[in-house]
């Protein structure tokens, strides 16, 4: 009897580069600079591991090949493709920077916005600054405060025990704070969040700390100081 022959396990399909200005599929998120910032310029770690998808970034030409044409002053609206496995509720920025002859500027960040429930399109705006390129990039990361804050609203809207949840988002807030004290510039952040993480785990009305928890000034320094180290970062792709 001849012996049976093994099949190798298939392997994911690798995504393919579409030209010098980034591959069209989403590449793994890059070192994080201090305060969880992805530092663009450096080498992607050797995780391939991310559970969020960026492509399909516009504005591009050719699939990057080419750079886009803007003028000066023009404000130029990015949209991407940003998707993930699971319920988790995902976040998403906008980097620009101009490209000048003598070298880059330092990036700038903006908070991306889905277009419309339901799909997967993301939005973000930038002005085109002074003559020559202009480069963009996408990160997007799993929003795992956002998720939570929706699971909190959810349970207390039905009148369901929230007190596990309240100690769950105040762990989240308390690493939060640890990551602003390591950026240094802004420890008040840290004391602010620290006091917050305090407060979601007192002995106080439920009611008064799922308010805290669902209040935006939480959501605002929670988003600012997210992890983001699982992030997936598109490389850079750029405008003329």
């Keep these: 009897m001849a012996p049976e022959s093994t099949k190798p396990a298939r392997t994911p399909k690798q995504s393919q580069s579409s030209g010098p200005a980034g591959p069209a599929q989403a590449a793994p998120a890059h070192a994080q600079a201090p305060g969880g910032r992805p530092d663009l310029s450096g080498a992607p770690p050797d995780s391939q591991a991310r559970r969020v998808i960026v492509e399909r970034l516009r504005p591009q030409v050719d699939g990057g090949r080419f750079p886009a044409k803007r003028t000066v002053g023009d404000e130029v609206t990015v949209l991407a493709d940003v998707f993930a496995d699971g319920h988790d509720l995902i976040a998403a920025v906008l980097h620009d920077r101009p490209v000048a002859p003598g070298g880059e500027g330092p990036w700038r960040e903006a908070r991306m ?83 917050q993480a305090d407060a979601l785990r007192a002995e106080t009305p439920t009611e008064q700390r799922v308010a805290l928890g669902l209040g935006d000034a939480l959501d605002g320094l929670m988003f600012t100081y997210a992890d983001r180290s699982g992030a997936t970062h598109h490389p850079p792709v750029r405008i003329w």
């Design 113 to 195: 916005s889905l277009v419309a429930p339901g799909t997967d399109e993301w939005s973000a705006t930038f002005t085109a600054g002074g003559p020559g390129f202009h480069e963009y990039a996408v990160t997007a990361w799993i929003d795992r405060f956002a998720s939570w804050r929706k699971g909190l609203k959810a349970k207390a809207a039905a009148g369901q025990d929230v007190s596990v949840e309240l100690l769950e988002g105040s762990l989240m807030v308390q690493a939060a704070a640890a990551r602003a004290e390591q950026v240094g510039s802004t420890r008040g952040d840290a004391a602010w969040l620290a006091a």
